[in-house]
């Protein structure tokens, strides 16, 4: 699974800022890591210099194979809990989405139990 971090122009971040986002989603989507071909992520502060409260926002666009992206926002007061909440939304999202790939068909059906 690749991680592509962005930022915008009004987000300050080194590059131990970008690691460690990337560190932190590469953790958080680890167990779907062999479904997800790539996750871009995308910081951004909203309002630049004015502050403001939730106005930094992180967006998660993860790629699984051989479907369309999947894409999650996050707001918060800073930029990790930011990505730490489009994390854990992602997760919920692939959970909810691989579960109903994997359970869709091919159980037993209760009209074909023989009967006693």
Known sequence: MEILVNTGRAVEGDQGLLDAARERIADVLGRFGDRITRVEVYLNDENGDKGGADDKKCTLEARPAGQGPVVVTHKAATIEQ?????AREMVSLLSSRFGRQRDVKGGESIRHIPAE
Do not use: L, S, V
């Open 82 to 86: 930011a990505y730490d909440g489009a």
